[in-house]
């Protein structure tokens, strides 16, 4: 009996923790001053995503009502979503050295082999593509 009940109270201490820690996940993009959608508890925006026949459409529309730089979360992960030109140029090209890798978006299908194009390559793969490609866009 006070073994079930001690079993039962570490899992209620577990259950309460993970549902703090994804409370504070929720909290991730005001707690650094940026606006964005309202996310929900444990799918982030996924329920709002997946929903739209139109994801860019959406986009865009909060991207006029929360300014060029918000955020969203897949899942617990937070994204950045930047539309501001300036900042990409500062962040692709001047600061390229202190982003060696990149993650793939949930949204975006993998590819694998040979067919790897930027926007699916992660990794060192990723690197080694933007490395060659970064030229282009600092002339």
């Known amino acids: 009996m006070i073994l079930t009940i001690f079993l039962l109270a570490i899992i209620l201490c577990l259950i309460f923790g993970y549902i703090c820690i ?12 940026l606006s964005g959608p309202s996310p929900v508890l444990f799918f982030g925006h ?6 739209l026949p139109n ?9 006029q ?13 937070p994204m950045y979503v930047v539309s501001d030109v300036n900042f990409l140029q500062e962040v ?7 982003f060696n890798t990149r993650s793939i978006p949930f949204l975006m299908k993998k590819v694998k082999g040979h067919q790897v194009h930027m926007f699916g390559a992660s990794g060192s793969t990723w690197h080694r593509q ?10």
């Open 92 to 98: 692709f090209i001047k600061q390229f050295a202190s």
């Open 55 to 63: 994801l860019s459409e959406q986009l865009r529309q909060w991207t």
């Open 22 to 33: 994804l409370k504070s996940r929720c909290k991730y993009f005001k707690q650094r001053g």
């Open 46 to 51: 996924y329920r709002i995503l997946w929903s």
């Open 130 to 139: 933007r490395h060659i490609i970064n030229p282009t866009f600092s002339t």
């Open 65 to 77: 009502q929360y300014g060029s730089i918000y955020g969203l979360l897949e899942g617990t992960r």
